[in-house]
């Protein structure tokens, strides 16, 4: 079994920054792809906000490109997420994401969640 638990949420005004973590653990041979998703209130679907694969190599929403830093510590299998310049519609639960690998190998990595860490910013 594999846990992810992200830290990092909170209440920010516009202009602000915060810094998302998330940290894997468990039954852990590596990991593929790691990202974060949010759900915007009102929405059910989550959105992808930034990824990062273990090669290093990221992928970004458009809406946040720029303002908006992935990265990850293969080493200590966690990701972080740098949001800069907030704004008020980046108010949402955020979630960390991660492809894993676990032992007896498969050949498949498996997708797991994080419980979701609230941010909200006010404007």
């Known amino acids: 079994q594999v846990q992810l638990v992200e830290s990092g949420g909170g209440l920010v005004q516009a202009g602000g920054s915060l810094r998302l973590s998330c940290v894997a653990s468990?039954?852990?041979?590596?990991?593929?792809?790691m990202g974060w998703y949010r759900r915007v209130p009102g929405k059910q679907r989550r959105e992808l906000v930034a990824?990062?694969?273990?090669?290093?190599?990221?992928n970004y929403a458009d809406s946040v490109k720029g303002r908006f830093t992935i990265s990850r510590d293969n080493d200590k299998n966690t990701v972080n997420l740098q949001m800069n310049s907030l704004k008020p519609e980046d108010t949402a639960v955020y979630y960390c994401?991660?492809?894993?690998?676990?032992?007896?190998?498969?050949?498949?990595?498996?997708?797991?969640w994080g419980q979701g860490t609230q941010v909200t910013v006010s404007s």
């Open positions: 990824s990062i694969a273990n090669t290093g190599s990221t």
């Open positions: 994401n991660a492809a894993v690998r676990s032992r007896p190998l498969t050949g498949i990595a498996l997708p797991y």
């Open positions: 468990g039954n852990i041979f590596s990991i593929d792809d």
